[in-house]
């Protein structure tokens, strides 16, 4: 017999699974996001092909030209 904490548990523990995930997901996009600037995409054609929001992208490419 499966107790309400148990049940309460594996729920925490799904969400945390599905949350670490998605975050993966994020970090994959913002490199694929870094690699496209790298190679001379403009903010436009990234946010358009990543399906990003064009700010964001904006945003990660005035940072990284701040690091090289």
């Known amino acids: 017999m499966v107790t309400y904490v148990q ?3 594996r729920k925490i523990r799904k969400e945390g699974r599905l949350e670490g995930r ?3 997901r994020n970090e994959a996009m913002l ?3 870094r690699k496209m600037l790298s190679r001379g995409f403009d903010a436009a054609q ?3 092909v990543l399906d ?3 700010e964001q992208v904006r945003a990660l490419a005035e940072s990284e030209g701040e690091k090289g």
């Open 52 to 54: 990003l929001p064009l």
């Open 22 to 24: 998605q975050e993966g």
């Open 7 to 9: 049940r309460e548990i």
């Open 31 to 33: 490199e694929s996001a």
């Open 46 to 48: 990234v946010a358009d």
